[in-house]
């Protein structure tokens, strides 16, 4: 497990910012489950999120650099709270899969190219009385309300993943490829495939990500 303990260039489990959030995070929590739960909570509605943040530098990957600015995106909040989860000595790694949104505004659509299919969605896996459960944290509490989509729950026994439908019962989030698990963020292989579109986070806005709530 020790791999899923240290400190790396991303998960910056030592930053004592990163270690102070995760203190105050799980103040007054009574056990292990408890802390991760409140962790996650901490990252799912604590840092917005928002596909505008994505910069395609290590730095821009770091749990540091997702604290320090209140936002990110899903690759960025799984990073932080496998971060704070470290820090407070719960193994962490992270996890990603290929999904499908089927929400997609037309004109999202239209700025990828007709891609509904979205690479390198990340969540975070952490270890929990002796098993590796999944949580999302992408996806606040405001911006699920915007889209008529109950926000995920996570109790620190069951996965917590994308939901397939709405609350109108359309068709959401479809996970179509499973990338894996691993210890840091594979940052050559995600920039890869990202570079593809990166006129178009440079270009989001409100109408076209469907995601900044102020």
Request: net charge negative; aromatic share 12%.
């Amino acid at each position: 497990m020790s791999c899923y303990l240290a400190p790396t260039v991303f998960i910056t489990s030592t930053d004592p910012a990163v270690v102070e959030f995760a203190r105050r995070a799980t103040t007054g929590a009574v056990d292990e489950r408890d802390r991760a739960v409140r962790l996650y909570y901490a990252v799912r509605d604590g840092i917005r999120y928002d596909p505008r943040s994505i910069r395609l530098t290590p730095e821009g990957f770091t749990a540091s650099r997702c604290l320090a600015e209140g936002q990110g995106f899903c690759v960025t909040k799984a990073v932080l709270l496998a971060a704070a989860a470290r820090a407070c000595g719960i193994p962490a790694r992270l996890g990603f899969a290929d999904v499908r949104n089927h929400l997609a505004t037309p004109r999202m659509i239209a700025m990828m190219r007709g891609e509904t299919v979205l690479q390198w969605h990340a969540y975070t896996e952490l270890w929990i009385d002796g098993s590796w459960v999944k949580a999302t944290p992408a996806f606040n509490r405001e911006l699920c309300e915007r889209f008529r989509v109950a926000p995920l729950e996570f109790d620190g026994r069951a996965d917590s993943l994308f939901q397939p439908f709405n609350d109108d019962a359309h068709p959401f989030m479809e996970y179509v490829r499973d990338r894996g698990t691993f210890d840091d963020v594979p940052f050559d292989a995600i920039v890869e495939d990202f570079r593809r579109f990166e006129d178009v986070w440079a270009s989001l806005d409100d109408e076209a990500a469907g995601s900044r709530v102020e």
